[in-house]
């Protein structure tokens, strides 16, 4: 697959020189140089802006109703932490080996993939906005099966130079990087080259109006929309549908889980993949819950706007 290509003006070309030079020097530096600094960044972001701190508040408060303010509290502040060793960790990855990411990132249960690929079926490979979600790109590094197209889905960003600058870390460790409007061409073109497609798509986020899929209760909300097009794209291409289940062992350390959902999606009930991906990524919060994005506002959409918004019968905006 091609990487993408940019058509950058002179000022563009010298804004990415200039960023690129200073996130590959910074990320140059041992990691625990860069944890010192995310411990400062932790006062900066935490104690001194506050950045978003009321959204994650109440978010904590309706997610863990039968947690007291104190607990609730510890999360708070456990998450800024965690945010911030998450930025200095994904400055590491510009210029990280592969032999140091082995040793951090450990992946059990490839074995599950493996099996896929080598009987010709794709991947869909769900995760969410969990633990470090930009260091699962290398799970290429854990697959033992020759022939297959690794990837991952990714939003372009308005930013042509931002857009670069984020795909360069992203791309080091093996996998494709593939834009959202172009998954199926990649999935077709690789099958029909008879090449599996092993697939990671972030699928927590939050909809837009039209793509909301279904409505489920979610960390004690009620109605959270949901995305449902990785199910689809599964059913439509055949692909087993594996949850990655990662913890965080200490600092910079972190395993991750193959867990094999179904490897039939067409014979899945509608919607049921989905739901299962749901279920698996609360539980997966709930163990360790200061490292889920917080500061996200996953549940800015109600189901009574959407039903004002949308048609339910062609999914649509109303006219």
Same mark, same amino acid.
């Given at each position: 697959?091609?990487?993408?290509?940019?058509?950058?003006?002179?000022?563009?070309?010298?804004?990415?020189?200039?960023?690129?030079?200073?996130?590959?020097?910074?990320?140059?530096?041992?990691? +625990?140089? $860069?944890?010192?600094?995310?411990?400062?960044?932790y006062g900066l972001?935490?104690?001194?802006?506050?950045?978003?701190?009321?959204?994650?508040?109440?978010?904590?408060?309706?997610?863990?109703?039968?947690?007291?303010?104190?607990?609730?509290l510890?999360?708070?502040?456990?998450?800024?932490?965690?945010? +911030?060793?998450?930025?200095?960790?994904?400055?590491? $990855?510009?210029?990280?080996?592969?032999?140091?990411?082995?040793?951090?990132?450990?992946?059990?249960?490839?074995?599950?993939?493996?099996?896929?690929?080598?009987?010709?079926?794709?991947?869909?490979?769900?995760?969410?906005?969990? +633990?470090? !979600?930009?260091w699962?790109?290398?799970? *290429?590094l !854990?697959?033992?099966?020759p022939?297959?197209?690794?990837?991952?889905?990714?939003?372009?960003?308005?930013?042509?130079?931002?857009?670069?600058?984020?795909?360069?870390?992203?791309?080091?460790?093996g996998?494709?990087n593939?834009?959202?409007?172009?998954?199926?061409?990649?999935?077709?073109?690789?099958?029909?080259?008879?090449?599996?497609?092993?697939?990671?798509f972030?699928?927590?986020?939050?909809?837009?109006?039209?793509?909301i899929?279904?409505?489920?209760?979610?960390?004690?909300?009620?109605?959270? *929309?949901?995305?449902a097009?990785?199910e689809?794209?599964?059913?439509r291409?055949?692909?087993?549908?594996v949850?990655?289940?990662?913890?965080?062992?200490?600092?910079?350390?972190?395993?991750?889980?193959?867990?094999?959902?179904?490897?039939? *999606?067409?014979?899945?009930?509608?919607?049921?993949i989905?739901?299962e991906?749901?279920?698996?990524?609360?539980q997966?919060i709930?163990?360790? *819950?200061?490292?889920?994005? !917080?500061?996200?506002?996953?549940?800015?959409?109600?189901?009574?706007?959407?039903?004002?918004?949308?048609?339910?019968?062609?999914?649509?905006?109303k006219?």
């Amino acid at each position: 697959m091609a990487r993408a290509t940019y058509t950058f003006t002179c000022w563009q070309h010298i804004a990415y020189g200039i960023l690129f030079g200073v996130a590959y020097a910074i990320s140059l530096l041992p990691l +625990c140089v $860069l944890y010192g600094l995310s411990t400062g960044l932790y006062g900066l972001v935490y104690h001194v802006v506050g950045y978003r701190k009321k959204l994650v508040r109440k978010h904590l408060a309706d997610s863990f109703p039968e947690k007291d303010e104190a607990e609730r509290l510890a999360i708070e502040r456990a998450y800024y932490r965690w945010f +911030c060793d998450y930025i200095v960790e994904t400055l590491k $990855l510009f210029s990280m080996s592969k032999a140091q990411m082995r040793r951090r990132m450990v992946f059990k249960g490839g074995d599950v993939v493996d099996q896929c690929i080598q009987r010709g079926q794709g991947v869909a490979l769900y995760l969410g906005h969990y +633990c470090n !979600w930009e260091w699962i790109s290398s799970i *290429p590094l !854990w697959l033992n099966s020759p022939n297959y197209a690794g990837s991952q889905v990714y939003h372009v960003l308005e930013s042509p130079v931002m857009d670069k600058l984020l795909l360069y870390p992203r791309h080091r460790m093996g996998p494709d990087n593939v834009a959202v409007m172009d998954v199926l061409r990649y999935i077709a073109k690789n099958k029909e080259e008879g090449r599996p497609v092993v697939m990671g798509f972030i699928a927590d986020q939050v909809p837009f109006w039209n793509n909301i899929g279904d409505w489920l209760t979610f960390l004690h909300h009620e109605n959270t *929309p949901v995305l449902a097009g990785t199910e689809r794209i599964a059913r439509r291409y055949n692909m087993a549908c594996v949850y990655i289940d990662i913890r965080r062992v200490r600092r910079g350390y972190y395993e991750a889980e193959f867990q094999l959902m179904t490897d039939a *999606p067409k014979d899945a009930p509608e919607l049921s993949i989905t739901r299962e991906y749901f279920h698996r990524l609360e539980q997966s919060i709930r163990r360790q *819950p200061h490292l889920w994005l !917080w500061t996200h506002n996953r549940w800015k959409r109600t189901r009574e706007e959407y039903e004002t918004m949308i048609d339910p019968v062609t999914g649509k905006f109303k006219m």
